[in-house]
């Protein structure tokens, strides 16, 4: 569990689908804030780094976002859900670790899995994101259906069957993000002042 003191005040735990602009969102969250009271947390980064060290592959290319990536998504999806069923936390602990500032973003959560680790350790910090975008809106920014990925659990494990606290519609017709993300980014200062004054006792 977590250390009273230095843990978080709030965790922000984001999913969505491929090029719903998650990443984009969460890092908006962050500039606003300030990387001394936010941290943007990606799931994916120690899956990923594991993954490279397993399989002797270029760590620089897999955290990038081009072909070479995807070219190995499919088995790099396959080699997760095995991390994940003998200990289904292990990635969210690598992600969290060394992480101080008062509010954390978790960017990329796919599974109930991660979201209940989270709401375990950090029940009362933990709030929930949804970023959704149109098949159309995804296509645009250039996602394309893939057997194996858009039809893995990786992809669609929290599409139903979770009720979340936010959500975000990133489209062009949809209110602008600065106005959806207003309650979340009060949310976000009242926990960074929160923090201050617990820290200045």
Not at 132 to 154: K, N, P
Not at 171 to 183: G, K, N, T, V
């Amino acid at each position: 569990m977590e250390d009273p003191v230095s843990g978080p005040k709030l965790v922000l735990v984001f999913s969505g689908k491929r090029k719903s602009g998650k990443d984009y969102v969460t890092d908006l969250i962050q500039n606003r804030l300030g990387s001394d009271v936010c941290c943007v947390l990606r799931l994916s980064g120690p899956l990923k780094q594991q993954y490279a060290e397993d399989r002797g592959l270029d760590l620089a290319q897999l955290l990038g976002p081009g072909p070479y990536k995807e070219r190995f998504r499919a088995d790099m999806i396959l080699w997760g859900e095995t991390q994940r069923h003998q200990d289904p936390g292990f990635f969210c602990r690598l992600a969290t670790r060394g992480a101080r500032q008062p509010v954390w973003v978790v960017s990329d959560a796919r599974r109930l899995s991660d979201l209940q680790w989270f709401w375990s350790e950090f029940p009362r910090q933990t709030q929930s994101v949804r970023v959704q975008s149109s098949e159309g809106t995804r296509q645009q920014r250039g996602w394309r259906f893939c057997t194996g990925v858009d039809d893995a659990e990786s992809e669609c494990g929290l599409d139903s069957g979770v009720e979340f606290d936010w959500i975000v519609t990133n489209e062009a017709d949809a209110p602008s993000l600065e106005e959806q993300l207003q309650p979340i980014l009060k949310l976000a200062e009242e926990a960074a002042e929160e923090a201050a004054s617990s820290s200045s006792l």
